[in-house]
């Protein structure tokens, strides 16, 4: 395996996936609040208790905390026509 697809693969598998991972995680801990009773989410810059984007703010940060942990647990990519 060449180098290139060596260091993708550690960027890609390493990297970005704990990227993702913290990320969505420290962001759906930051938006707890949202879904607590009586909590509101700015939407257009005004306050407002939607309950669906009170839920999508803890939801979408947890589908990107899923992505970076499957992200992590791919095999590395392999190219079967490398030159190199």
């Known amino acids: 395996m060449t180098t290139y697809w060596r260091i993708f693969n550690f960027l890609v598998r390493r990297v970005?996936?704990?990227?993702?991972?913290?990320?969505?995680?420290?962001?759906a801990l930051d938006s707890v609040h949202a879904v607590l009773p009586g909590?509101?989410?700015?939407?257009?810059?005004?306050?407002?208790?939607d309950l669906v984007l009170r839920w999508s703010?803890?939801?979408?940060?947890?589908?990107?905390?899923?992505?970076?942990?499957?992200?992590?647990?791919?095999?590395p990519f392999t190219p079967s026509n490398s030159n190199g």
């Open 16 to 27: 970005v996936a704990m990227a993702f991972a913290v990320g969505g995680i420290l962001i």
């Open 57 to 75: 703010a803890i939801v979408v940060p947890l589908v990107v905390t899923a992505l970076g942990v499957a992200l992590y647990r791919v095999k």
């Open 39 to 49: 909590g509101t989410i700015n939407f257009n810059g005004l306050p407002t208790s």
